[in-house]
């Protein structure tokens, strides 16, 4: 508690059933002209993109821009495609409706809207020059946290990963958190998103950057998802469990963007890029593996994790408390029916040192509790097939 931190959190969030209807007063601070709706075809086809459009239209009297080319894992194409639309349209703002790919999408245009080269050009650690268009999320998930993050992840499909962008700069200005725009997902969706939310709690919560402030948002988060993702999962329309979990995200979001994340997602990510695999899902299916890996490194942390999900654990010493969580954490998973197994993913093992190595260069590997090395996740990895 003496070491020097800080902690950073996006200006506004908005939550509640109908909260994007409470959005649209305070775009007008912005004075906006005309938007960007970055978005996909599958919400364009739901009609939430268009009851969006129409929000924007009739209600903040702005002009609208329709881009639903965003992909799942979204890749540099897909950036090139919304910057030129954002162009030559003359946009000025940029609301990204969906989830992590959608957000992610719109924080890369809005980044090369303003600066010259590639994208690739500004992967790293703070390299932006210049400021953003204002930048709006509305989520229609609970689990990515990219509606309050500093993190951008964009898929280099040549060489098959994914590359992360980091800057204060890319924290959207606000996040709506609606959870009627969350009773649609499909059930693998609400586990694959609300375990992302998770990870993001926990390993910010073992985070060598991890701060009294971020562990109130993370362990808040870990409780909120032991105890209404389950109840989301069985009933999409429990509006009970869907605003309990946009709460969690958003904590858990603010939480990761302050104490960073941990070899989970440094190998989440390659995965992702390797096998185009969602993001949540590899997460999930890793995290036991690597809480395994770190269990030495950050006993007492960990065992209040599993006392956040279940309550105080029956533990003779530390060490067995946190292998106690491990198993709290892996039951958990287990009754949300989440593949407990890399290769039932169609996962290689020939790929594994190049998934590790790739790792390696992921930012999120730097704050894990343990130090790694490429062999040590590699090992990791191979246990999970």
């Known amino acids: 508690m003496e070491r020097y931190a800080e902690f950073f959190a996006q200006p506004l969030g908005l939550f509640g059933a109908g909260a994007r209807r409470k959005l649209m007063p305070h775009l007008r601070a912005f004075s906006p002209r005309r938007v960007l709706l970055c978005t996909d075809a599958g919400l364009m086809a739901a009609g939430i993109a268009s009851e969006m459009e129409q929000l924007l239209r009739e ?15 979204p890749t540099e194409p ?8 954002y162009k030559e349209h003359g946009c000025d703002m940029i609301l990204s409706l969906g989830g992590g790919s959608a957000h992610d999408a719109a924080k890369a245009i809005a980044l090369m809207a303003v600066h010259e080269g590639t994208v690739w050009d500004y992967v790293g650690l703070n390299k932006l020059r210049h400021p953003l268009p204002p930048l709006v999320a509305v989520n229609t998930t609970a689990g990515t946290g990219s509606d309050v993050t500093r993190f951008a992840v964009i898929t280099h499909v040549e060489k098959r990963t994914k590359l992360t962008i ?14 009627e725009l969350m009773v649609g997902l499909p059930p693998t969706v609400t586990v694959h998103t609300g375990i992302d939310a998770l990870t993001h709690a926990v390993e910010a919560y073992l985070s060598r950057m991890a701060t009294p402030l971020s562990d109130a948002c993370a362990l808040k988060a870990v409780k909120l998802i032991a105890e209404y993702l389950p109840r989301a999962y069985a009933r999409g329309t429990d509006m009970t469990a869907r605003a309990a979990m946009a709460y969690a995200q958003y904590l858990a979001g603010i939480a990761t963007n302050n104490a960073g994340a941990g070899a989970v997602h440094a190998m989440a990510h390659q995965l992702g890029g390797f096998y185009n695999l969602p993001h949540g899902l590899c997460n999930a299916v890793l995290l036991p593996w690597v809480l395994e890996y770190n269990a030495a490194e950050c006993a007492e942390r960990l065992m209040r994790v599993g006392e956040a999900m279940r309550g105080p654990l029956a533990a003779r010493s530390v060490l067995e408390g946190a292998q106690r969580a491990i198993e709290v954490v892996r039951d958990f998973e287990r009754h949300l029916d989440v593949p ?14 190049a998934i590790a190595q790739q790792a390696m260069e992921d930012p999120t590997v730097l704050t894990n509790p343990r130090r790694a090395t490429a062999s040590d996740l590699e090992q990791i990895l191979k246990a999970a097939l």
């Open 340 to 353: 407990n197994r890399l290769g039932l993913l169609d996962v290689k093992a020939e790929d594994m040192p």
């Open 78 to 85: 897909c950036v090139r495609q919304g910057v030129a639309m």
């Open 59 to 73: 209600t903040a009297a702005v002009d609208v821009v329709v881009f639903d080319g965003v992909v799942a894992n």
């Open 166 to 179: 980091v800057d204060r700069r890319l924290t959207p200005l606000i996040a709506v958190n609606d959870p």
